[in-house]
C-alpha cells in the first residue's frame, strides 16, 4: 500500500487566497484525521471523519476552513481566505478504529505571505 | 476527557547512552497508550503501542515503553541511542470505549549528539 497520500507538498500563497489541500486515505480505513502543526501550538487535531460523515470538527479554527469527505478514498481541506497565521504543516492521518494506529501522510507545508 | 503530559520538551543526549522519554496521563476510565515518533519534514509514525495485556511494550528500532496504572504514566525508553534518533516523539492517549480522537502530548525532542 502506498499510505496515506497528500498533496501538495508545498504550497505558498499570499493573503486572501483560497488553498485546498488533499489526501487520499489508506484503503479500507473508515476514519480520516486532518491535524495542523506549528511551533506555538503543536498538534491540533482540525477534523475527524468516520464513514465519510464529519463526527468532530470543534478544532477548525473559523468559518475560513472548511472539510469535505465526499468518498472513502478523497478527503479536502480549504482555506478561503488565507491569512499568514494559517502557515503551519497540515496533515491528514487515517485508521481503521479505536485500538488501531493512525497512519500519517507526509504532510502539507503552507505557507501564507 | 483525557489528557497527557510530555514532561521534557527536549532531552539531549549522546550517541551510545540510554534514554528515557517521560509520559504522564490523565484519564477517569482506561486508555490506550501510544508513543509515535516524526522524523525531520515527516509525518507521525507509531513506534510502539499498550492496548492490555503486558504492561512491558517493545516497539521498532530498539524502542519500549512500560505502562504503569498507578503512577499514570507511560515513559519510553531505548538503552543505547543512535544519531538516527535524533526526532521528535508524542505520546497519545484515547479511552477504551470512548472516541476515536487520540490526545497527543506536545512533544518531546530527541537529540543525540556524537
Known amino acids: 500500500d502506498a499510505g496515506v497520500i497528500q498533496s501538495p507538498r508545498h504550497e505558498v500563497t499570499e493573503m486572501g487566497q483560497e488553498v485546498t489541500l488533499r489526501c487520499k486515505p489508506i484503503?479500507?480505513?473508515?476514519?480520516l484525521f486532518w491535524y495542523r502543526q506549528t511551533m506555538m501550538r503543536g498538534l491540533e487535531l482540525l477534523i475527524y471523519?468516520?464513514?465519510?460523515?464529519?463526527?468532530?470538527d470543534s478544532g477548525m479554527p473559523e468559518d475560513r476552513f472548511s472539510a469535505k469527505m465526499p468518498n472513502a478514498s478523497f478527503s479536502t481541506l480549504k482555506i478561503q481566505p488565507s491569512e499568514p497565521r494559517d502557515s503551519a504543516v497540515y496533515f491528514c492521518?487515517?485508521?481503521?478504529?479505536?485500538?488501531?494506529?493512525?497512519?500519517f501522510g507526509p504532510g502539507t507545508r503552507l505557507l501564507v505571505l | 476527557a483525557q489528557s497527557v503530559t510530555q514532561l521534557d520538551s527536549q532531552v539531549p543526549v549522546f550517541e551510545e547512552a540510554p534514554v528515557e522519554l517521560r509520559c504522564n496521563y490523565s484519564?477517569?476510565?482506561?486508555?490506550?497508550l501510544f508513543w509515535y515518533v516524526q522524523y525531520p519534514n515527516q509525518g507521525l509514525q507509531l513506534l510502539l503501542k499498550?492496548?492490555?495485556?503486558?504492561?512491558l511494550v517493545k516497539g521498532i528500532n530498539g524502542f519500549e515503553a512500560e505502562f504503569n496504572k498507578s503512577q499514570t504514566s507511560f515513559h519510553l525508553r531505548k538503552p543505547s541511542v543512535h544519531i538516527s534518533d535524533t526526532a521528535e516523539y508524542f505520546c497519545?492517549?484515547?479511552?477504551?470505549?470512548?472516541?476515536?480522537?487520540?490526545?497527543f502530548g506536545r512533544g518531546t525532542s530527541l537529540i543525540v549528539h556524537p
Open positions: 492521518a487515517s485508521s481503521t478504529g479505536q485500538q488501531e494506529t493512525q497512519y
Open positions: 484519564s477517569s476510565v482506561s486508555v490506550y
Open positions: 484503503s479500507g480505513h473508515n476514519s
Open positions: 471523519f468516520n464513514n465519510n460523515v464529519p463526527i468532530d
Open positions: 497519545a492517549v484515547r479511552t477504551v470505549g470512548g472516541s476515536y480522537i487520540p490526545t
Open positions: 499498550y492496548l492490555s495485556g503486558s504492561t
